[in-house]
């Protein structure tokens, strides 16, 4: 019966191949600055996990104010109408928007998951929102 792995065998001269270091030079001295280090990189969907529950946590809205109010008047525009919008209007609008958004999308991603999928795709949010009896467009 033959062995099952082999041992590697170093070429004459002791060399390996591996990565070279200038002549005189220590591995000590090849590292970065003692100041400077490396970032910590984390494995993925754990900083997404991370934000997932500091969101949860929050009551601030996610939506900038400025951006919304915006497109409040430019839809308003587009109808034909000029409106004036009081401040509190524009926050009970922006949270109610806010809500509806943060709903859907927590039923779009039951949708995925009940499709045996972790992302979610148009179809999922089609189908949440012909669930709930939103009109389509």
Same mark, same amino acid.
Request: proline share 11%; charged share 35%; net charge positive.
């Given at each position: 019966?033959? &062995?099952?792995?082999?041992?590697?065998?170093?070429? &004459? #001269?002791?060399?390996?191949? #591996?990565?070279?270091? &200038?002549?005189?030079?220590s591995v000590k001295s090849l590292k970065a600055p003692k100041g400077t280090?490396? +970032? +910590? +990189?984390? +494995?993925? #969907?754990?900083v997404a996990l991370r934000e997932i529950r500091r969101y949860q946590k929050t009551t601030e809205l996610l939506i900038r104010k400025l951006p919304f109010q915006r497109l409040c008047?430019?839809?308003?525009?587009?109808?034909?109408?000029t409106m004036r919008w009081q401040a509190s209007a524009l926050q009970a609008l922006q949270e109610a928007a806010e809500d509806y958004l943060v709903d859907l999308f927590a039923d779009t991603n039951l949708c995925a998951i009940h499709a045996k999928r972790i992302t979610i795709q148009p179809k999922d949010m089609q189908l949440a929102r012909r669930l709930r009896g939103d009109p389509m467009h």
């Open positions: 019966m033959q &062995p099952k792995h082999k041992t590697a065998i170093r070429p &004459p #001269g002791g060399s390996t191949g #591996g990565k070279k270091r &200038p002549a005189g030079k280090q490396k +970032r +910590r +990189r984390y +494995r993925p #969907g754990t008047r430019e839809i308003c525009d587009n109808l034909g109408q």
